[in-house]
């Protein structure tokens, strides 16, 4: 088992692996920007070691820092989190170089799967289903004409590494394809430093499913079910929940069945999730995230495993330690994303938390690194709460969330805690058919209602 573990992020998700590193009695270290001082994550380790000041590619995406932290500490591990370098093939390298293990896939794994289209070609070849749209790169608008014509309007323009909705266009006639591509262009180039980009068709009032897989690097792999994570704004998550309302459990063998056997074939190691267009029954890959989600939490919930401690697992070359027979879901899980922002222009809601109760009771959960008396910065990411809740069904699950949203207190702030009561008070949501258009729309109705 690794020994020291360094946490290379921050807030609720280095919280929750330092969380897990004293439940296997691993020393952790916390890293932090001089913003970050008295955050929580700092508090709960065991060391910390400040890596610069409040700016990311100062501190948390400023690897040579995260390296000198890791000799400071003499940790023999990183845990990357979600966000940030979690991604990054050239920090597992770097770590690889120092002989420190990178706590996820290999670099050659998070490079293949961090080019959209390289991914795509690899699980084609894998069996796994995908999006129809571009043979590779769309170079010009001449051929991007070509494979629009071929795929059919309306398609979807893509950064090749993107995410996040960045370098994203939507074309529904011809006439439109040309100004989004080179718009398409210019904003994946100023997100992510590459311009390229390719097509896919875009389906309809799709459902958004992602089936959360294992692999132990030796060519064994399991998978977890699925996450529904179709209410989402700008192409941001906001509420997830498992298993969906839409697939049977034939269904649910079958894709996962076939995702498990792909991740096998790869001798992937670690944590992975494949993310899914589904729609008319059938699935269409999009994508393959390489580390940890924020949405993890209703996984553990209904399978009753540790999801960080099994990548802890992993990386200390103990193997998986569940196989796929020994592992069934119980009950319903809800996850909602509380931001700290400002209904209904959703801006950025940065200060002083004068006051911060957190909802408890049976089957209720929260990862927050929040606590009274913290500043919340102006600087990062603003979700700042996942609330998680657990039931024997779908309807007891939403009546634990209405009752937890009411206890939450959080003061001092703008969140986006009020939303999630519109939400549950949807008959769309009730009946469990939103798809990935459902809360925009609601969220302009409700607008012009007012």
């Known amino acids: 088992m690794l020994k020291k573990i360094l946490v290379a992020n921050r807030g609720e998700i280095a919280l929750r692996v330092i969380r897990a590193c004293k439940e296997l009695k691993i020393a952790s270290v916390a890293v932090h920007s001089t913003a970050d001082s008295n955050s929580m994550h700092v508090k709960m380790a065991d060391e910390s070691v400040c890596i610069g000041p409040p700016k990311a590619s100062d501190s948390y995406l400023n690897i040579p820092n995260i390296i000198a932290a890791c000799e400071i500490a003499g940790a023999d591990s990183v845990h990357p989190g979600y966000g ?40 084609t070849d894998l069996g796994v289903p995908c999006v129809p749209g571009s043979k590779g790169i769309v170079e010009t608008i001449e051929q991007a004409e070509a494979s629009a014509k071929q795929i059919g309007y309306p398609v979807i323009i893509k950064a090749s590494a993107g995410g996040g909705g960045r370098g994203m266009k939507l074309v529904t006639q011809p006439k439109e394809l040309s100004e989004s591509y080179h718009a398409a262009k210019t904003e994946a180039e100023s997100a992510f430093g590459n311009d390229e980009v390719y097509l896919e068709k875009y389906l309809l009032n799709p459902k958004h499913i992602e089936i959360q897989i294992f692999g132990d690097g030796f060519g064994n792999a399991i998978h977890l079910g699925e996450r ?34 792909a991740i096998a074939k790869l001798k992937y190691a670690g944590a992975g999730t494949i993310e899914f267009l589904y729609s008319a029954g059938n699935f269409y890959f999009i994508e393959m995230n390489t580390r940890i989600q924020v949405e993890h939490p209703i996984t553990e919930e209904i399978f009753g495993i540790d999801l960080v401690k099994e990548q802890i697992r992993i990386a200390s070359k103990q193997g998986l330690s569940f196989k796929q027979e020994e592992v069934n879901f119980i009950g319903h899980s809800i996850e909602c994303r509380i931001n700290a922002e400002k209904i209904p222009n959703f801006t950025a809601s940065p200060g002083l938390i004068n006051a911060y109760h957190a909802p408890g ?29 657990h039931g024997k069904n779908r309807k007891e699950a939403i009546a634990k969330l209405e009752r937890a949203l009411k206890e939450l207190i959080i003061d001092g702030v703008d969140t986006t805690a009020g939303l999630f009561d519109l939400i549950l008070k949807s008959d769309t949501f009730l009946k469990g058919t939103y798809d990935i258009v459902w809360l925009e729309n609601f969220l302009n109705e409700t607008s012009q209602a007012k």
């Open 84 to 123: 940030f370098l979690s991604e990054n093939p050239n920090f597992a390298e770097v770590l690889s170089d120092h002989k420190i293990i990178f706590i996820g896939p290999s670099a050659e794994h998070i490079r293949l799967m961090g080019d959209k289209v390289s991914a795509k070609r690899t699980m």
């Open 228 to 261: 529904d994570c179709s209410i989402q704004r700008r192409h941001q998550k906001v509420l997830e929940e498992a298993p969906s309302t839409v697939l049977n459990e034939k269904q649910r063998k079958e894709i996962g069945l076939i995702c498990a056997q």
């Open 361 to 389: 009771g049976l089957g209720v959960r929260i990862d927050s690194a929040l606590y009274t008396g913290y500043r919340v910065p102006p600087y990062y990411d603003s979700l700042i709460c996942k609330l998680i809740v």
